[in-house]
C-alpha cells in the first residue's frame, strides 16, 4: 500500500463546475501537506500548502485536511478551462535527518467549454 | 521571491555518456529532493539532501549519484546513460515554510 493513495483520474467537468480533489495517507506522521498543478512538460507548482487541520482558501482554492481521517482535498470553485492540468498532493515528513516529501499519483483535470 | 534554479533546461546525450544536472535551491530551504518523471507519470523520487547529507534514497540507479555542496546547491551526475533515461528530472526545495517549491526542470534525451 502507498504512503498517500490519490484518486484515479481522468476527472472532466464543465466551466463553472466545482472540482474536488482528494488524497488519503497512512502516516501520521506528515505534518506539512500540499497541493501542486502540473501542466504537461512544466515542473509542479505549488498550489496550497498548510499543517493544521481545517481549511485554507486563497481565491478559487480551498484545501482541507481532516489529520483524524488522513484524509486532504483541494476544491476548486468556478473552475476554468485554464484549470485543466494534473493535479498532485504531497506530503512532509520531518524527521531528524531530513525531511520526507512524498507524492500521490496525480488526478488529470479537465474542463470543458 | 528566488525559485529553484535548475541547469541546463535541455540537455541531450548520447548512450552510454554521462550528464550533470545542477538544482540551485531557494535561500534558506534545508532539504533538497530530485525527481525523475517520464512522459505520462507521476514524479518519481530519487534522492534528497538535508543540510548537505544525503537524507532519503528513492528509485536512484546505481549509475547515478548526487550530492549537495557547501552553498547548497546539488548536482545529479548521471553516468552510462541508457535509453530510458530520458526524463524531466526535476528538483524541489523545502525549507521552514515547508511548502516545496520545484524548479523548472531539465529535460534530458538520450538518443
Known amino acids: 500500500q502507498k504512503e498517500v493513495e490519490q484518486d484515479p483520474g481522468p476527472l472532466s467537468v464543465p466551466e463553472g463546475a466545482i472540482v474536488s480533489l482528494n488524497c488519503t495517507y497512512s502516516?501520521?506522521?506528515?505534518?506539512?501537506f500540499m497541493w501542486y498543478r502540473q501542466y504537461s512538460r512544466k515542473g509542479p507548482e505549488l498550489l496550497m500548502y498548510?499543517?493544521?487541520?481545517g481549511n485554507k482558501e486563497d481565491g478559487r482554492f480551498t484545501a482541507q485536511v481532516d489529520k483524524s481521517s488522513k484524509y486532504i482535498s483541494l476544491f476548486i470553485r468556478d473552475s476554468q478551462p485554464s484549470d485543466s492540468a494534473t493535479y498532485l498532493c504531497a506530503m512532509i515528513l520531518l524527521t531528524g535527518g531530513g525531511n520526507k516529501l512524498t507524492f500521490g499519483t496525480g488526478t488529470q483535470l479537465k474542463v470543458e467549454l | 521571491a528566488a525559485g529553484v534554479i535548475q541547469s541546463p533546461r535541455h540537455l541531450i546525450k548520447e548512450k552510454r555518456e554521462t550528464a550533470t544536472l545542477k538544482c540551485y535551491p531557494i535561500p534558506r530551504h534545508d532539504t533538497v529532493y530530485w525527481y525523475q518523471q517520464g512522459p505520462g507519470q507521476d514524479p518519481q523520487f530519487l534522492i534528497s539532501f538535508y543540510e548537505k547529507m544525503q537524507s532519503d534514497k528513492g528509485s536512484i540507479p546505481d549509475r547515478f549519484s548526487a550530492q549537495q555542496f557547501s552553498d547548497y546547491h546539488s548536482e545529479l551526475n548521471m553516468s552510462s546513460l541508457e535509453l530510458g533515461d530520458s526524463a524531466l528530472y526535476f528538483c524541489?526545495?523545502?525549507?521552514?515554510?515547508?511548502?516545496?517549491?520545484f524548479g523548472s526542470g531539465t529535460r534530458l534525451t538520450v538518443v
Open positions: 502516516n501520521s506522521a506528515f505534518q506539512y
Open positions: 498548510t499543517y493544521s487541520s
Open positions: 524541489a526545495s523545502s525549507g521552514p515554510d515547508r511548502g516545496g517549491t
